[in-house]
């Protein structure tokens, strides 16, 4: 017999969540973020053992109530749809208690990864229907945004850590080229910890730089410092900021050592034989194209910037439960091309996740056209096409020799029918004259 209750003892709660893989929005810690949520912590016992444990977050809309909310879905084993069944019974039981209008839920199981169906999916998504839920359909009303994802696999098909060169064969071409190349034009990193911005606050804006300049070129959401310290400060012991400076002085220092290399060529050409000659004729051809690459990226750079060292891209990641997950990053629109700062980044944090040990690196959202999430299993998925704004960043992920995960979606409980219709055309309505307002804003600053 389950039985279901409100949790008291978040340290083992907590323990629960991060054994069992859950994701650093499932744990206890996330109503600290989300502060204009009331939190619940509900716990499941089995012979007074816990096997089921989920953070319901509540808020109050005007006209429509409040709203429900389970970040990622519960965490408990997805083989056994008694489980869910008994706590829609009991969760049902706690809406009408505490007047609540709808629960919505996203649970993290994948429906499919890459172009194979994940039958686990679509086992959760039949004993979600079964339970009593509905799955919303309408993308544009998912509290949760991110149903199709980017996640890397940081082992091997015998379940062994791989290595960072192994992880970098995995990579296209371009990605390899991208590190390469960073290391040798100057680019220089630093993996900052809370304690490192309490005692250099300017970190935080260095990396607020790196966001302001990825927002205005790809319109994503800017989050102040502020935030990003409150995140840091939460998540003290899993969380780090990956920055990545373009060097002056590093980067003239490679252009010494290759204009010593090429005088000693000249040198040694002047007796060698001839096949030595074409040699190091070629060599010197590669020498004076870095140099004329390097004279163009001091010229872009001092235009730009006096300062000897400037940040070009950044990276803030959680490692928790057994997955690194990309919160933000992104680069200034300045040396792309000649630095390539992106690869270079998040291959840093690819690095810094096999070091601690996670099994997946989730490299964030991509959002699609049509989701294709089926009813029932006779109906096939369909191709996943991304909207206009992330056909780059889908190839960018990709790039990086990750899988495609596409989970389930958000399913929804409804307690209160009239309120929750409310809710479905309202809040949409509402979303898209602030999302209109926000681009007007950016435009006028622009």
Excluded at 348 to 363: E, F, P
Aim: a neutral charge.
């Amino acid at each position: 017999m389950l039985e279901f209750k409100i949790e008291t003892n978040l340290q083992e709660y907590d323990e629960f969540i991060n054994e069992h893989k859950g994701s650093f929005i499932q744990c206890s810690r996330w109503p600290q973020i989300k502060t204009a949520w009331k939190p619940y912590f509900y716990s499941g016992f089995e012979n007074g053992k816990r096997v089921f444990a989920c953070l319901v977050l509540e808020r109050s809309l005007s006209v429509c109530g409040k709203i429900w909310y389970i970040p990622d879905g519960p965490v408990t084993d997805y083989s056994r749809p008694e489980i869910i069944d008994e706590f829609t019974r009991f969760i049902k039981g706690e809406l009408k208690k505490y007047g609540a209008t709808a629960l919505l839920t996203d649970p993290h199981i994948p429906l499919r990864i890459g172009k194979s169906e994940a039958e686990e999916g679509l086992a959760v998504h039949n004993a979600f229907i079964d339970a009593g839920y509905e799955l919303n359909h309408d993308a544009a009303r998912y509290i949760y945004k991110a149903p199709i994802q980017y996640m890397i696999d940081l082992k091997d098909e015998n379940g062994n850590m791989l290595t960072a060169k192994e992880l970098l064969k995995k990579c296209e071409k371009g990605v390899r080229y991208s590190v390469r190349v960073g290391e040798s034009r100057g680019l220089v990193s630093r993996c900052v910890t809370i304690k490192d911005v309490e005692k250099e606050p300017s970190l935080l804006e260095d990396f607020a730089t790196v966001m302001r300049s990825t927002s205005e070129r790809d319109s994503f959401i800017e989050k102040n410092t502020d935030y990003i310290k409150k995140l840091m400060t939460v998540f003290h012991d899993c969380m780090d900021l990956t920055l990545v400076y373009y060097d002056k002085s590093a980067d003239k220092k490679f252009e010494d050592d290759r204009q010593t290399q090429l005088a000693k060529n000249l040198e040694k050409m002047e007796t060698a034989k001839e096949s030595v000659k074409n040699r190091l004729n070629n060599e010197n051809e590669t020498i004076l194209q870095q140099s004329k690459n390097y004279k163009l990226r001091t010229e872009i750079a001092n235009e730009f910037s006096k300062e000897d060292r400037f940040v070009v891209a950044g990276g803030l990641t959680i490692r928790y439960g057994g997955v690194a997950s990309c919160m933000f990053g992104g680069s200034i629109d300045v040396l792309r091309n000649e630095t390539r700062p992106s690869h270079f980044v998040n291959y840093l944090r690819l690095c810094q996740s096999i070091d601690s040990g996670c099994d997946y690196h989730d490299l964030g959202y991509v959002l699609v056209d049509n989701l294709n999430i089926p009813a029932d299993k006779t109906q096939p998925l369909g191709e996943l096409t991304p909207k206009a704004n992330f056909v780059g960043i889908n190839s960018f992920k990709a790039s990086l020799g990750a899988d495609l995960y596409q989970f389930v979606g958000e399913y929804v409980l409804i307690n209160n029918k009239l309120r929750y219709s409310i809710y479905d055309k309202l809040v949409p309505a509402v979303k898209k004259v602030k999302v209109q307002l926000l681009k007007a804003l950016r435009a006028s600053k622009n």
